[in-house]
C-alpha cells in the first residue's frame, strides 16, 4: 500500500497531500450529496487531503455541490485543505450583463468571489486562493492590499497564482507581504510551455511546489490521432511495460513528479479507483533517460 505524504508546498506554505483531488467536473459525476461526502472521504482516507475547486467551476456550481455535501459532515473540513480561485468572469444566464468573458482582479471582484465561494462551500475560511488567470489589467498593489484584508478578516489563510509567467510570479510577489505558495500550471507530456518559458526553474528557484493540472492532457494522450500523440501514447506504453505500470496514466503521473521543482499533480477523475491508480503511481520512478524518451516523443526529435 503507497503511502500519501504531506508536503510542505513553500517555505512559508501549507502542507497539502502530494496529489490533489481536483473538483472541476463534480458537475457531471451525477452524484448525490450523500455520494459527494462518500467520495470525499474516501479519497481522505486514502492521504489525498487537498482538494481544488474554483469559483467559475461547473460554472459556478461544482463549489455548491462540494459544499452540500461537506455541509452532511462538518467534521471533514478539519481534514482537508481547500484550494479555490478567482478572476474568471464567464458570460451566460447567471450574468446576463456581462457581454464578453473577462478578468477581473479588482479588489471589489476578488473579496465578492471570496464570500461567494465561502457560502457555496459552506466553510468559514478557505486555505488558498489563487488568481486564476493572468490579468492585463491587473494592479499588482490593489490585489496586495485585498490579500492582506482578507488575511486580516480570517477569510484566506494563503495566497497563490495559476497560468502565471515567471515575470508575472515576480511582479505581485514584489507587492505582498507574504511569499506566493504555488503556481498552478498545465505540466503534461503534450505541454512543455512551463518547462521552456523558466516557470518551473523561478519555482524551484523559490522552492515552491507547483500545483499541475491537465496531466493527462484532456485524454489526447490516449485518444489523440495527431503523430504527436500516437509516437507518445507508444513511448509512455513502452515504459509502462519496463516499470510494471499498470496503465499509461500512472507513467504520466510519475513523469509530472520526476520534474525537479517537484509538482503536486492534480486527478480529475470522480471514481475511487482512478485515485487509487494514481496513489499507485507514486511508487513508480523514471530514470533520466525513460524522462528524455517521452520529451524526444512529443518534440519529435532529440535533444540539441
Known sequence: ????????????????????QGYWRLGDWGMTAQERLTFLKQH????????????????????????????????????????????????????????VNHYNTSKNHIVESVNNS????QVEDIDVLLIHRPDALMDADEV???????????????????????????????RLDAPLVTNQVEINPLNFDVVDDGTLDLLQQLRVKPMAWSCLAGG?????????????????????QEVGAQSIDQVIYAWVRR?????????????????????????????????????IASKGHGVP
Open 1 to 20: 500500500m503507497v503511502a500519501v505524504k504531506k508536503q510542505q508546498i513553500a517555505p512559508q506554505g501549507p502542507k497539502f497531500s502530494e496529489l490533489v
Open 259 to 295: 520534474l525537479p521543482s517537484k509538482p503536486l499533480p492534480i486527478i480529475g477523475s470522480g471514481k475511487i479507483e482512478r485515485v487509487q491508480a494514481a496513489i499507485d503511481a507514486l511508487s513508480i520512478e523514471l530514470t533520466r533517460e525513460q524522462w528524455f524518451r517521452v520529451w
Open 144 to 174: 496586495a492590499e485585498t490579500f492582506a484584508e482578507l488575511k486580516q478578516a480570517g477569510k484566506v489563510k494563503h495566497f497563490g497564482v495559476s497560468n502565471f509567467t515567471p515575470r508575472q510570479f515576480e511582479l505581485l510577489q514584489s
Open 44 to 99: 481522505v482516507e486514502l492521504g489525498v487531503t487537498t482538494v481544488d475547486h474554483a469559483d467559475i467551476y461547473g460554472y459556478y456550481e461544482c463549489e455548491q455541490l462540494f459544499g452540500e455535501g461537506l455541509a452532511l459532515d462538518k467534521s471533514m473540513r478539519d481534514q482537508i485543505e481547500i484550494v479555490t480561485k478567482c478572476d474568471i468572469k464567464l458570460c451566460g444566464d447567471k450574468n446576463p450583463d456581462w457581454k
Open 118 to 121: 465561502l457560502a457555496r462551500l
Open 220 to 240: 489526447d494522450i490516449f485518444n489523440g490521432l495527431k503523430e504527436q500523440h500516437v509516437r507518445v501514447r507508444e513511448e509512455l506504453e513502452a515504459i509502462r
